[in-house]
Nanobody
Framework: QVQLVESGGGLVQAGGSLRLSCAASGPTFRRYNMGWLRQAPGKEREFVASITRTGDTILYADSVKGRFTISREFAKNSMYLEMNNLTPEDTAVYYC?????????????????WGQGTQVTVSS
């Protein structure tokens, strides 16, 4: 089983930047496609970005394209989300996950291992 721990959230002004980290436990980190999702108050959890286990296929939600960058570092069993030009609409709890289906592409239907989430708040 993979355990995930997010960090890096916080309070930032509009236009600012944050870098989220997702640290994974276990030797099987390389097997999984991974993703970031977020959930704003009163809204459903939504897809933000994904990266395949090889790192060669990356996808973004239209709302973050050009502002967010997903990456992973195998040596540190970690995944990152660099967020720039943040807006109040980016305020949410951000979750990382690993796609347990072990396909060649990230499967948005999962199943997943989930982290506990990290709060990102963007003030106007």
């Amino acid at each position: 089983q993979v355990q995930l721990v997010e960090s890096g959230g916080g309070l930032v002004q509009a236009g600012g930047s944050l870098r989220l980290s997702c640290a994974a436990s276990g030797p099987t980190f390389r097997r999984y496609n991974m993703g970031w999702l977020r959930q704003a108050p009163g809204k459903e959890r939504e897809f933000v970005a994904s990266i395949t286990r090889t790192g060669d296929t990356i996808l973004y939600a239209d709302s973050v394209k050009g502002r967010f960058t997903i990456s992973r570092e195998f040596a540190k069993n970690s995944m990152y989300l660099e967020m720039n030009n943040l807006t109040p609409e980016d305020t949410a709890v951000y979750y990382c996950n690993t796609d347990r289906s072990l396909g060649t592409m990230y499967n948005r239907n999962g199943p997943f291992y989930w982290g506990q989430g990290t709060q990102v708040t963007v003030s106007s």
